[in-house]
């Protein structure tokens, strides 16, 4: 898979019913106006109703360069766009009655799974809901892709799942159960675990069977264990993008115009029903998330009832939901942010604005530095905002 490193792409997009198609070219002449003001910054931009494309093309910079056709089909890989994808498959299988989000984690990861065939206490009395809310305090066994256990190129993924359990269950909860929330990659890996358990699937059918394919995601996929494995443990010094081993909880790879069908499918309950829709946007815990917030952003969310006085200027107490992260505005309303995910070489940010009813993507896979790379892509998603609500 090739990706082009100097590429941000940004797709954006939305039904837009409560706004005038007036207003709606204006906001995309506007976010070209910003743009052009960029010129570091390569830039590909989509409008569009679920049935009708009102806006798209290149930045300046990339006009010249006729690459309009770059935006569908750039590849990336994602983060927290993953997560959510686990959640909702593990929703599915609990509309199926497969599973019961109070169910122990014991329960589908049986005493066999683990190394040893000894599976820590806390796997008793952690739960599926735990894990999805990221509340069992476990470790991590990554960040970003860095790898806190050992391993090379000859190993096999089944052996890999076992260290990862290994690791989990050697280390000390940080937390108790169900008291903080802690972002750990491990949470999410499980319940790919679970999944697979469950479905008698490896996790990468599961996906395409249940979730791609119905939402005719053609550029969407988790890639093999093999082939990434490949590429983080190669010594080629032109290899500089290093991907994730693809799993739960990060690896799948898609196109922007797929993640919008993905956005405004989930939002729009055509994945899950109301009900577990309704338990994924709840707000299951507080979480300090570095969403980067301009001054004026943050007077927006005032002016729209956030809770929270903000204590930095450039973090934002937000809620944690299943695979979600959910700003809390006033008399019930949910702006919901599902993913920031500032990687090494690629980050990621899909946004749903339920009272706006307008879908946001923001995606780069540049390689530069974690922060430069979230600054990049929360400077755009705070313009795009700010045009939305000024």
């Known amino acids: 898979m090739k990706m082009n490193k100097k590429l941000l792409t940004i797709i954006f997009m939305g039904l837009f019913n409560t706004k005038t198609l007036a207003e709606i070219s204006s906001l995309a002449s506007n976010i070209e106006a910003y743009l052009t003001k960029k010129p570091n910054i390569s830039t590909i931009y989509h409008v569009a109703t679920p049935n009708k494309v009102l806006a798209q093309g290149p930045s300046s910079s990339l006009k010249s360069k006729n690459k309009q056709i770059i935006a569908r089909r750039l590849q990336i890989q ?3 766009i993953t997560k959510t994808m686990t959640a909702a498959a593990i929703m599915l299988l609990h509309e199926q009655n497969k599973l019961r989000l109070n169910d122990p984690i014991i329960q589908h990861i049986p005493a066999h799974d683990w190394p040893n065939s000894q599976p820590p206490a ?11 809310s990221h509340r069992t305090g476990m470790a991590s066994y990554r960040y970003n892709n860095k790898y806190y256990i050992d391993f090379d ?3 096999d993924e089944q052996t890999f799942k076992r260290k990862v359990l290994g690791y989990a269950a050697n280390k000390v909860l940080f937390y108790g159960i169900d008291q903080v929330v802690y972002a750990s990659a491990t949470d999410y890996f499980i319940l790919g675990m679970i999944i697979e358990n469950i479905s008698k699937q490896p996790l990468n059918v599961f996906f395409k069977e249940n979730l791609f394919k119905p939402l005719d995601m053609h550029n969407t996929f988790l890639p093999s264990f093999k082939q990434n494995l490949n590429d983080l443990t190669s010594k080629d010094k032109q290899v500089s993008y290093k991907p ?5 909880d990060g690896g799948v790879v898609s196109a922007v115009e797929d993640i919008y069908k993905w956005n405004m499918a989930l939002h729009t309950m055509k994945i899950v029903s109301k009900a577990s829709y309704d338990q994924m946007t709840q707000a299951h815990s507080a979480i300090d998330t570095c969403c980067q917030f301009s001054d004026i952003t943050l007077n927006m969310l005032k002016q729209l009832g956030y809770k929270e006085p ?6 934002v107490e937000v809620n944690y939901g299943y695979g979600l992260y959910i700003i809390p505005l006033a008399s019930n309303r949910k702006e919901i942010l599902y993913c920031i995910s500032p990687e090494s070489y690629f980050g990621e940010e899909a946004w749903y604005l339920p009272t706006k009813n307008i879908s946001i993507v ?3 896979n540049q390689a530069k530095p974690e922060e430069e790379t979230m600054n990049m892509t929360s400077r755009l998603r705070n313009q795009i905002l700010n045009l939305i609500y000024k």
């Open 362 to 364: 923001l995606a780069t």
């Open 244 to 248: 994730l081993l693809p799993f739960g």
């Open 78 to 80: 994602t983060i927290e």
């Open 153 to 155: 190129a000859k190993i």
């Open 122 to 132: 806390w796997a008793n009395q952690a739960t599926i809901h735990h894990l999805l």
């Open 310 to 315: 903000c204590a930095k200027q450039e973090w």
